[in-house]
């Protein structure tokens, strides 16, 4: 037999199974729970790019439909052009609070809308200033100040500051996403790994025990007379056979029946001395 056959079959070998198992399983289970919460934080901050793409898409949509209205209403005299045109306005100014709110731990975007709240102003003057002069009658005084072309201008730098916070969000959404498929990958691969090694150690320690409950099945020759157990050809008495076999250690001691038993024993030695002692003479 193999000298590491009564370690491997001993029980601190498969309580040390059983052991890592059950700590990879926890183990498992904990990553599950850190995996899960990984996933929820990252959709929850890629729901907030989402949020701030889309205000930052509304603003812009704003300023469109407002420029819309206003050279409608230039080229057609029609007031039914100047109603998108104020809704138009009315909402610019609560979108870029919006942004300001969704941006304000952030000192790069907000500077961008430092830089973004003048151009609006500029706009919103040029686009009203010619929206009454139309209304006043002045249409020649009206084309004059687009031609200039500063509404214009203005139009391409709002538009160059909105696309460009647009850009750099879409590029931090799709950064989110990378860092969540990396660290699914990494997590699957983790847990995978731990649930394959507990399962191999569980179905180690499974066998383990069967093996050790058929060693313990075996029968063993024991003598009728002197009690000693026949073990590998020689006849040893039965603390050596379980000290060669299981590796146990162990003490003696006396049960209630062996005390009663010797307290007979020398009871009845003690009355027949007693008896075998000759009278003193007188």
């Given at each position: 037999?193999?000298?590491l056959?009564?370690?491997?079959?001993?029980?601190?070998?498969?309580?040390?199974?059983?052991?890592?198992?059950?700590?990879?399983?926890?183990?498992?289970?904990?990553?599950?729970?850190?995996?899960?919460?990984?996933?929820?934080?990252?959709?929850?901050?890629?729901?907030?790019?989402?949020?701030?793409?889309?205000?930052?898409?509304?603003?812009?949509?704003?300023?469109?439909?407002?420029?819309?209205?206003?050279?409608?209403?230039?080229?057609?005299g029609?007031?039914k052009?100047?109603?998108?045109?104020?809704?138009?306005?009315?909402r610019?100014?609560?979108?870029?609070?919006?942004?300001?709110?969704?941006?304000?731990?952030?000192?790069?975007?907000?500077?961008?809308?430092?830089?973004?709240?003048p151009?609006?102003?500029?706009?919103?003057?040029?686009?009203?200033?010619?929206?009454?002069?139309?209304?006043?009658?002045?249409?020649?005084?009206?084309?004059?100040?687009?031609?200039?072309?500063?509404?214009?201008?203005?139009?391409?730098?709002?538009?160059?500051?909105?696309?460009?916070?647009?850009?750099?969000?879409?590029r931090?959404?799709?950064?989110?996403?990378?860092?969540?498929?990396?660290?699914?990958?990494?997590?699957?691969?983790?847990?995978?790994?731990?649930?394959?090694?507990?399962?191999?150690?569980?179905?180690?320690?499974?066998?383990?025990?069967?093996?050790?409950?058929?060693?313990?099945?075996?029968?063993?020759?024991?003598?009728?007379?002197?009690?000693?157990?026949?073990?590998?050809?020689?006849?040893?008495?039965?603390?050596?056979?379980?000290?060669?076999?299981?590796?146990?250690?162990?003490?003696?001691?006396?049960?209630?029946?062996?005390?009663?038993?010797?307290?007979?024993?020398?009871?009845?030695?003690?009355?027949?001395?007693?008896?075998?002692?000759?009278?003193?003479?007188?």
């Amino acid at each position: 037999m193999s000298p590491l056959r009564p370690l491997i079959l001993s029980q601190p070998a498969v309580l040390v199974s059983l052991g890592v198992a059950l700590a990879l399983t926890v183990g498992t289970a904990t990553l599950g729970v850190i995996s899960t919460r990984r996933v929820v934080e990252t959709n929850a901050r890629a729901s907030e790019i989402h949020g701030k793409i889309l205000t930052i898409q509304q603003t812009m949509t704003a300023l469109a439909d407002a420029e819309t209205g206003q050279r409608g209403f230039l080229l057609t005299g029609d007031k039914k052009y100047l109603e998108p045109y104020r809704a138009a306005f009315g909402r610019i100014e609560p979108l870029v609070a919006e942004l300001r709110r969704r941006f304000a731990g952030n000192s790069e975007r907000l500077e961008s809308l430092d830089r973004l709240d003048p151009l609006i102003r500029a706009k919103r003057e040029e686009m009203e200033k010619t929206v009454s002069l139309k209304e006043k009658g002045s249409m020649a005084a009206a084309l004059n100040i687009v031609e200039t072309d500063d509404g214009l201008a203005a139009m391409s730098s709002i538009r160059r500051i909105l696309t460009g916070m647009e850009i750099r969000e879409v590029r931090d959404l799709k950064s989110e996403g990378s860092r969540l498929e990396e660290s699914a990958y990494q997590f699957q691969f983790m847990i995978l790994g731990m649930i394959g090694v507990a399962i191999a150690l569980s179905i180690l320690a499974a066998a383990l025990l069967v093996r050790r409950l058929r060693e313990l099945a075996t029968m063993v020759t024991v003598c009728a007379w002197t009690k000693r157990v026949k073990w590998r050809g020689q006849w040893v008495t039965f603390e050596e056979f379980l000290e060669q076999r299981f590796k146990l250690r162990f003490t003696h001691g006396m049960s209630e029946e062996a005390a009663r038993q010797f307290q007979v024993e020398a009871y009845e030695v003690h009355e027949a001395d007693s008896r075998r002692v000759p009278p003193k003479a007188p």
